[in-house]
């Protein structure tokens, strides 16, 4: 059973800060692999896919990267604002399951102080 | 973007209760929709896989008559907990495939508390 852990549980930075959060797998076989926003009480917010066939993903501040080599992905968020301030999930979809059925890791909850 | 349509987004009922939360594809339609449960500072752990038109794959250690899904058009799908007892009581999301792009789009959940 494929496993997606992230570290670290929750992470607190100074506004402008740059920062990387970690998700690893165990199952190198993946479709691909989603971060998501999670803001308290709120459902999810997908900021990023990368597809097996890539190795990242840019979208304005953020910057994801995959390496199923050694079963890890990270997120770089650049110049982070106190608006960055969620809960950051990463999900994959493995070659065991359905392509289409995710699973998530337990997330990096960020705090960015103003 | 796809828009996703979850509701109630929060619910208090009694123990014994039975509430049901539906997830609808507001500008697409989705074959297949998802259900999930998260518990405090606890990643989303899928229940089911609902398919419209037929019944609903559950995963394991999840009791299908407890969780009750139903998709029966390509816009809504349907969550019911049955007899809720208080350690049902956990945040609720479901998402949208969306056929086109095969993407997942995600409803704003549901907050249940069993009293």
């Given at each position: 059973k494929q496993e997606v852990t992230q570290i670290p549980a929750a992470l607190s930075v100074p506004e402008g800060e740059n920062l990387v959060l970690n998700c690893s797998f165990t199952d190198s076989a993946i479709y691909n692999l989603q971060w998501f926003r999670q803001d308290p009480g709120k459902g999810l917010t997908s900021l990023l896919l990368i597809q097996s066939s890539q190795r990242e993903q840019t979208s304005g501040r953020l910057n994801a990267s995959l390496d199923k080599s050694s079963g890890r992905s990270t997120l770089y968020i650049a110049a982070?604002?106190?608006?960055?301030s969620a809960t950051y999930l990463c999900a994959g979809s493995f070659?065991?399951?359905?392509?289409r059925q995710l699973t998530f890791g337990s997330g990096t909850q960020l705090t960015v102080l103003p | 973007g796809a828009v996703v349509s979850q509701h109630p987004s929060w619910v208090i009922c009694k123990s014994g209760t039975s509430v049901k939360i539906e997830c609808r594809s507001l500008d697409f339609q989705a074959t297949t929709m998802f259900w999930y449960r998260q518990f405090p500072k606890q990643s989303l752990m899928l229940m089911a896989t609902s398919n419209e038109g037929s019944k609903a794959t559950y995963e394991q250690g999840v009791e299908k008559d407890k969780f009750l899904i139903n998709h029966?058009?390509?816009t809504l799908s349907t969550l019911t907990v049955t007899?809720?007892?208080?350690?049902?009581?956990s945040f609720y999301i479901c998402s949208a495939l969306?056929?086109?792009?095969e993407k997942l789009f995600f409803g704003s959940g549901t907050q249940l508390s069993v009293l």
């Open positions: 982070s604002q106190p608006g960055d070659s065991s399951g359905s392509a | 029966a058009s390509l007899s809720a007892h208080p350690e049902d009581s969306h056929g086109g792009s």
